[in-house]
Nanobody, 118 residues
């Protein structure tokens, strides 16, 4: 079965850190660009971070630059989002997406809740 499963969300105080994981099963991430999005109720889904299939290029939303890092471990078939210096406005459901670098295929995970609050 082809799926992406996010994990690592939870409740954290402002200034804290979390590491989100996005693990693939049923396919290999090696041929996919990977993107993290987030969404809060009533707002559109926002692109947070992007990494190319070979890991050579990363890009971030301005709101998270310098605080978040996206990286991938293809041996583990997993992509990560390291989130530091978290702020209450980072509270959202975080989703990962796999976008085929060659084939036109897209997979989404089910999302993981991140809540930043004291």
């Amino acid at each position: 079965q082809v799926q992406l499963v996010e994990s690592g969300g939870g409740l954290v105080q402002p200034g804290g850190s979390l590491r989100l994981s996005c693990a693939a099963s049923g396919f290999t991430l090696r041929s996919y660009h990977m993107i993290w999005y987030r969404q809060v109720p009533g707002k559109e889904r926002e692109l947070v971070a992007f990494i190319t299939d070979n890991g050579g290029i990363t890009n971030y939303a301005d709101s998270v630059k310098g605080r978040f890092t996206i990286f991938r471990d293809d041996a583990k078939n997993t992509v990560y989002l390291q989130m530091n210096s978290l702020k209450p406005e980072d509270t959202a459901v975080y989703y990962c997406k796999a976008e085929g670098a060659v084939l036109v295929r897209t997979y989404w995970g089910q999302g993981t809740q991140v809540t930043v609050s004291s």
